[in-house]
């Protein structure tokens, strides 16, 4: 059993972080996002990750330009060679320093071995009433995409250019 800490980070949204609204481009605060989760699972897994999906990424609120906006990321349950990674995005004034609960999304990464195949992560500690809670959405979400990874391949099989 192997506890999992958070990690987190922090940038300033500049005007070329921008879309066309003034405020923080969607892709980028995934890139960021994505980033996130891929630092907190290979430091819990001890080894190269990649990033299988996503699940429910919530842009809840805009982040503003100008604004810093702190990224949290932590491995909240695992299975054989995949983790579920919860990430974070709260954007917090300059001025003020009132916090915004912005975005908010799961990521699903894998971890593998030196010839590129999935390999098994350590087993998760999960205690407090807080990872109880995050393990239980986590493994709604890990079903959900692969629910939906089935429901897709299985609808392209029957596409008529396959
Ligand atoms: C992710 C990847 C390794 C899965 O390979 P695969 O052959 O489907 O592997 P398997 O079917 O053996 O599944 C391995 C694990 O991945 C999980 N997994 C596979 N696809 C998944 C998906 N879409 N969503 C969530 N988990 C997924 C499986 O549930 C399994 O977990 P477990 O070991 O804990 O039971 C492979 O599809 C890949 O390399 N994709 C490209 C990743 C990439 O380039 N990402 C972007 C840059 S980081």
């Known amino acids: 059993m ?7 980070s922090w940038e300033i949204v500049f005007p070329n ?9 969607g892709g980028k605060i995934m890139a960021i996002m994505d980033k996130m989760a891929g630092i907190a699972a290979s430091r819990y ?7 299988a999906s996503t699940e429910g990424v ?3 609120l805009p982040v503003r330009v ?8 932590r491995v909240v349950w695992v299975g054989y060679s995949s983790m579920v990674v919860k990430v974070d995005v709260t954007a917090e004034n ?3 320093a009132e916090r915004r609960d912005c975005t908010t999304a799961h990521f699903n990464m894998v971890a593998l071995d030196e010839n590129g195949k999935p390999t098994k992560v350590p087993p ?13 959405v986590a493994e709604i979400v ?18 008529p250019r396959s």
């Open 2 to 8: 192997q506890p999992s800490y958070p990690i987190s």
């Open 17 to 25: 972080d921008a879309n066309a609204h003034n405020t923080m481009f």
């Open 45 to 51: 897994a001890h080894n190269l990750v990649v990033t």
């Open 58 to 60: 919530h842009f809840k």
């Open 66 to 73: 100008g604004e810093r906006i702190e990224t949290t990321a």
């Open 94 to 96: 300059f001025l003020t």
């Open 124 to 136: 998760l500690e999960v205690k407090t009433p807080a990872e109880m809670h995050d393990y239980a």
């Open 142 to 159: 890990k079903k959900k995409a692969l629910e939906r990874k089935q429901n897709i391949e299985a609808e392209k099989q029957k596409s």
